[in-house]
Protein backbone atom coordinates (compact mmCIF):
# COMPACT_ATOMS: atom_id res chain seq x y z
CA UNK A 1 0.00 0.00 0.00
CA UNK A 2 1.85 3.26 -1.09
CA UNK A 3 0.68 6.09 0.84
CA UNK A 4 0.75 9.78 -0.73
CA UNK A 5 0.39 13.30 0.39
CA UNK A 6 -0.97 15.93 -2.18
CA UNK A 7 -1.15 19.57 -1.69
CA UNK A 8 -3.98 21.50 -3.81
CA UNK A 9 -4.59 25.16 -4.31
CA UNK A 10 -8.22 25.43 -5.59
CA UNK A 11 -9.66 28.60 -7.05
CA UNK A 12 -13.19 29.37 -8.01
CA UNK A 13 -16.19 29.57 -6.31
CA UNK A 14 -14.90 27.67 -3.53
CA UNK A 15 -15.61 30.00 -0.19
CA UNK A 16 -18.91 30.04 1.56
CA UNK A 17 -20.49 26.83 -0.26
CA UNK A 18 -19.86 23.92 1.77
CA UNK A 19 -16.27 23.01 0.28
CA UNK A 20 -14.44 22.30 3.03
CA UNK A 21 -17.09 19.92 5.26
CA UNK A 22 -17.83 18.56 2.06
CA UNK A 23 -13.77 17.75 1.99
CA UNK A 24 -13.76 16.44 5.59
CA UNK A 25 -17.09 14.13 4.73
CA UNK A 26 -15.18 12.67 1.50
CA UNK A 27 -11.72 12.37 3.49
CA UNK A 28 -13.64 10.77 6.13
CA UNK A 29 -15.38 7.94 4.01
CA UNK A 30 -12.11 7.48 2.30
CA UNK A 31 -10.17 6.98 5.49
CA UNK A 32 -7.35 9.51 3.96
CA UNK A 33 -5.89 12.23 6.38
CA UNK A 34 -5.00 15.75 6.00
CA UNK A 35 -6.32 19.42 6.34
CA UNK A 36 -8.13 21.64 4.34
CA UNK A 37 -8.95 25.55 4.80
CA UNK A 38 -9.88 28.76 3.41
CA UNK A 39 -7.65 31.47 2.35
CA UNK A 40 -7.74 35.23 2.54
CA UNK A 41 -7.76 35.60 -1.43
CA UNK A 42 -10.75 33.63 -1.67
CA UNK A 43 -9.32 29.89 -2.83
CA UNK A 44 -9.27 27.00 -0.60
CA UNK A 45 -6.06 25.04 0.34
CA UNK A 46 -6.11 21.38 0.90
CA UNK A 47 -3.38 18.81 1.77
CA UNK A 48 -4.44 15.22 1.62
CA UNK A 49 -2.35 12.01 2.42
CA UNK A 50 -3.53 8.22 1.78
CA UNK A 51 -3.56 5.69 -1.45
CA UNK A 52 -3.68 7.73 -4.37
CA UNK A 53 -6.99 5.88 -5.73
CA UNK A 54 -8.63 7.12 -2.43
CA UNK A 55 -7.19 10.37 -2.75
CA UNK A 56 -8.95 10.94 -6.70
CA UNK A 57 -12.35 9.93 -5.06
CA UNK A 58 -12.12 12.69 -3.13
CA UNK A 59 -11.36 15.10 -5.15
CA UNK A 60 -13.98 13.77 -7.30
CA UNK A 61 -16.71 13.97 -4.50
CA UNK A 62 -15.30 17.43 -3.94
CA UNK A 63 -16.07 18.49 -7.74
CA UNK A 64 -19.36 16.61 -8.18
CA UNK A 65 -20.62 18.97 -5.02
CA UNK A 66 -23.81 20.77 -6.04
CA UNK A 67 -22.48 24.44 -5.47
CA UNK A 68 -18.89 23.94 -5.57
CA UNK A 69 -17.42 25.74 -9.01
CA UNK A 70 -14.09 24.56 -9.18
CA UNK A 71 -12.11 26.86 -12.09
CA UNK A 72 -8.84 26.10 -11.64
CA UNK A 73 -6.57 23.54 -9.45
CA UNK A 74 -3.06 23.38 -8.52
CA UNK A 75 -1.13 20.32 -7.18
CA UNK A 76 2.35 18.79 -5.93
CA UNK A 77 3.18 15.81 -4.30
CA UNK A 78 4.82 16.48 -0.86
CA UNK A 79 6.31 14.52 1.79
CA UNK A 80 4.01 12.13 4.07
CA UNK A 81 3.36 12.73 7.72
CA UNK A 82 3.82 9.26 9.09
CA UNK A 83 2.06 10.03 12.43
CA UNK A 84 -1.33 11.80 11.21
CA UNK A 85 -4.21 10.46 11.81
CA UNK A 86 -7.37 12.42 10.98
CA UNK A 87 -8.50 14.93 8.27
CA UNK A 88 -9.56 18.29 9.74
CA UNK A 89 -10.69 21.64 8.90
CA UNK A 90 -8.25 24.59 10.15
CA UNK A 91 -9.55 27.95 11.00
Known amino acids: MDIIRR???????VQGVGFRYTAQYAANA??????VKNEYDGS?????????????KVIQ??????????????????AVIPDEKS???RY
Open 61 to 78: AIGNARYIKIDRTLSRNT
Open 44 to 56: VTMEIQGREEEID
Open 7 to 13: HYNFFGW
Open 30 to 35: CKVTGW
Open 87 to 89: FRV
